[in-house]
Structure formats: structure tokens, C-alpha cells
């Protein structure tokens, strides 16, 4: 089992900047990819970004590319995902996720994550 917590939400103004951070815990971190999702209010769950095991190799959604960064650090279980140029349009809860690839690469597809955290709310004010 790999236990995710995240924290860094909050309120932000639209243009504004935000840092989301994840920390997992319960099992070696590294052969995992790591994804951030969201869910806005009626909306299904989409993926935001991910990134390899490795950090080497990352994934981004149109909507955020340009505009947000995914990073990790192994050295101490984290996942973080930079937001700058927020819309209000990216109001939801942010989701860390979990996808176990020891072979290495990242998917951008949701269904592939095994773990999730609980989410952090995200809300960009226009």
C-alpha cells in the first residue's frame, strides 16, 4: 500500500501562483510514476500532469502546458505540481496519484493509477 497526502491548496487570484505538494509513504517511491488529476464540481476526474519514476520523463495536459510544472523529489517522497497563470477555470480538488512501472515511462491515463490521495481544493478567483 502507498499512503499520498497532499497539501499546498488554497485561494488564489486568477494570474496568480500556486504549489501543490504530494508525500507518499508505505512503499519505496521511486519505481512509482506520479500524477496530479482534478475534479472540478459536475465534471469528471481529468489528468493535469505526471512524471516518471526517474523524473526524467513527465506528461501534460494541453490545458496546463506552458502554465504548470510537474516535479519529484525521491529523496524524500514528494510530488509537487507548480501552478502558475491560474484561471479560474482550474478551480477543483487536485488529486495525487499513484502508478506503480518499475520499468520507467508515465501515462497520462488516470485508470492506470492504483493509489490517490485524499485531494487539496484549488480555487482561482476571477
Known amino acids: 500500500q502507498v499512503q499520498l497526502v497532499e497539501s499546498g491548496g488554497g485561494l488564489v487570484q486568477a494570474g496568480g501562483s500556486l504549489r501543490v505538494s504530494c508525500i507518499a509513504s508505505?512503499?519505496?517511491?521511486?519505481?512509482?510514476?506520479m500524477g496530479w488529476f482534478r475534479q472540478a464540481p459536475g465534471k469528471e476526474r481529468e489528468t493535469v500532469a505526471a512524471i516518471s519514476g526517474g523524473g526524467g520523463t513527465s506528461f501534460y495536459s494541453d490545458f496546463v502546458k506552458g502554465r504548470f510544472t510537474i516535479s519529484r523529489d525521491n529523496a524524500h517522497n514528494s510530488v509537487h505540481l507548480q501552478m502558475n497563470s491560474l484561471k479560474p477555470e482550474d478551480t477543483a480538488v487536485y488529486y495525487c496519484a499513484a502508478d506503480y512501472r518499475p520499468e520507467g515511462g508515465v501515462s497520462g491515463n488516470l485508470r492506470e493509477y492504483d493509489y490517490w490521495g485524499q485531494g487539496t481544493q484549488v480555487t482561482v478567483s476571477s
Open positions: 508505505g512503499r519505496t517511491f521511486s519505481p512509482y510514476a
